[in-house]
Nanobody, 128 residues
């Protein structure tokens, strides 16, 4: 059973940077997708970024393109989300999630439905 444990998060001023970490325990399948989602109070959970494990194919929410970078370190079974130029509207609880796949497909799902396993969430607050 794959488990996701998140770390990072906290309070940062607008324009600042923060890096979130998603540590994956268990076996990662080559076609798995790891995604980052966020949910602000009173809002629905939304896709932020995702990475297909084998191909390193990545996808981002339009509003974070050029500011956020998703990456993986295979040897550590770890996925990072580096967030730069943070804005108050980035404030949310951030979740990492895993989509299990047993077939070849490099597509990164951008909705919550396909993701089977979720981390515990971590708060990111952007405020002065």
């Amino acid at each position: 059973q794959v488990q996701l444990v998140q770390s990072g998060g906290g309070l940062v001023e607008p324009g600042g940077s923060l890096t979130l970490t998603c540590a994956i325990s268990g076996t990662i399948y080559s076609n798995d997708v790891i995604g980052w989602f966020r949910q602000a109070p009173g809002k629905e959970r939304e896709f932020v970024a995702g990475i297909h494990w084998r191909s390193n194919n990545k996808q981002y929410k339009d509003s974070v393109k050029g500011r956020f970078t998703i990456s993986r370190v295979n040897a550590e079974n770890t996925v990072y989300l580096q967030m730069n130029s943070l804005k108050p509207e980035d404030t949310a609880v951030y979740y990492c999630a895993a989509e299990r796949r047993n077939y070849h497909n490099t597509r990164v799902s951008s909705t919550t439905g396909p993701y089977d396993i979720w981390g515990q969430g971590t708060q990111v607050t952007v405020s002065s």
